[in-house]
C-alpha cells in the first residue's frame, strides 16, 4: 500500500507561482500531477519517471517543472505564470503495479 500526502495548494494572483509537494511512503518509479475541475475529467498534468524523464500537458509545458528528491521521497510541482485556467484540484498520482491517489490540493488563481 502506498500513501501520499501533498501539499503547497491555495490562492494566488494570476502570473504568480506556487509550488506542490507530495511526500509518498516509499520510492517509486512513476509518479505525477493530475488535476480536476467541477464536471470534467481529472486531466494528466506531468509525469516523472526515474531517473528523470518527464512529460508535460501542452497547456503548462515552459510553465510547470516536475522534480523529485528520492532521499526525501518527494515529488514537487513547481507552478509559475499562474493563470485562472489554472484553478483545480491537483493530485499527487504514483503508480507501483497499482495506481494510487492523495487526497488533492487545491489551487485557486485569482484576483
Known amino acids: 500500500q502506498v500513501q501520499l500526502v501533498e501539499s503547497g495548494g491555495g490562492l494566488v494572483q494570476p502570473g504568480g507561482s506556487l509550488r506542490l509537494s507530495c511526500v509518498a511512503s516509499g520510492i517509486i518509479y512513476t509518479m505525477g500531477w493530475y488535476r480536476q475541475v467541477p464536471g470534467k475529467e481529472r486531466e494528466l498534468v506531468a509525469l516523472?519517471?526515474?531517473?528523470?524523464?518527464?512529460s508535460y500537458a501542452d497547456s503548462v509545458k515552459g510553465r510547470f517543472t516536475i522534480s523529485r528528491d528520492n532521499a526525501r521521497r518527494t515529488m514537487y510541482l513547481q507552478m509559475n505564470s499562474l493563470r485562472p485556467e489554472d484553478t483545480a484540484v491537483y493530485y499527487c498520482?504514483?503508480?507501483?503495479?497499482?495506481?494510487?491517489w492523495g487526497q488533492g490540493t487545491q489551487v485557486t488563481v485569482s484576483s
Open positions: 498520482y504514483a503508480r507501483l503495479g497499482s495506481v494510487y
Open positions: 516523472i519517471r526515474d531517473p528523470g524523464s518527464t
